[in-house]
């Protein structure tokens, strides 16, 4: 089904609530989903008890930014009843979630695909009962050798990577921007590609 030329964009950021998650890798999503709302100036509001919502717009599109409340692997309901309650259609959702296949500064856009292993992806597909959205997959890196994923995500960035972050976090937002100005094609043409 093709979307209506007025239907909104819902870009939703997967993490964990709580300050103690913020600058965690798991927490890539929220963070790349903040910086698109603080370049326009856009607060988040609580909606309801699962969810925090900002609004903006992008060349007059109607954009709905979104940090889901429950634990990333609980994401899937959350962002199911915001698609419900905003009319989007499931074309028109971004889901922006951390991913260990890429390298830190790196990420890819596509649409559909298998959640490779992220728990938040998999409860957003399970429940929408399709895996036909697009997700922006931003790259932390594996960990080292000795250190489980578990123990991976849920560290804080390092010294090195946070002083790397606002560069990263430019990139996404552009490649956010560009997908809803000009389509998916034209923002993995920006983003798919590892910084030099």
């Given at each position: 089904m093709t979307p209506t030329p007025d239907a909104p964009w819902l870009i939703a950021g997967l993490g964990n609530p709580g300050p103690w998650f913020r600058l965690t890798r798991h927490n890539a999503g929220f963070l790349a989903v903040d910086r698109l709302a603080e370049r326009h100036g856009a607060r988040f509001r609580r909606r309801g008890l699962a969810t925090v919502v900002a609004e903006i717009e992008v060349d007059g599109r109607r954009v709905l930014l979104a940090k889901p409340l429950w634990f990333i692997n609980l994401s899937g309901r959350p962002v199911a009843a915001l698609l419900r309650r905003h009319g989007v259609p499931v074309e028109r959702l971004v889901v922006v979630q951390d991913d260990l296949d890429f390298?830190?500064?790196?990420?890819?856009?596509?649409?559909?695909?298998?959640?490779?292993?992220?728990?938040?992806?998999?409860?957003?597909?399970?429940?929408?009962?399709?895996?036909?959205?697009?997700?922006?997959?931003?790259?932390?890196?594996?960990?080292?050798?000795?250190?489980?994923?578990?123990?991976?995500?849920?560290?804080?960035?390092?010294?090195?990577?946070?002083?790397?972050?606002?560069?990263?976090?430019?990139?996404?937002?552009?490649?956010?921007?560009?997908?809803?100005?000009?389509?998916?094609?034209?923002?993995?043409?920006?983003?798919?590609?590892?910084?030099?």
């Open positions: 390298a830190y500064g790196s990420g890819k856009l596509k649409r559909g695909g298998g959640p490779g292993g992220h728990n938040g992806v998999r409860s957003v597909g399970e429940v929408l009962g399709t895996r036909d959205f697009v997700r922006l997959r931003f790259g932390i890196g594996r960990p080292p050798k000795g250190q489980s994923v578990g123990d991976y995500v849920l560290k804080k960035f390092s010294d090195e990577e946070l002083a790397a972050l606002p560069g990263v976090l430019d990139r996404c937002a552009d490649a956010l921007e560009t997908l809803v100005r000009l389509g998916l094609n034209r923002a993995q043409d920006a983003l798919n590609v590892s910084p030099s």
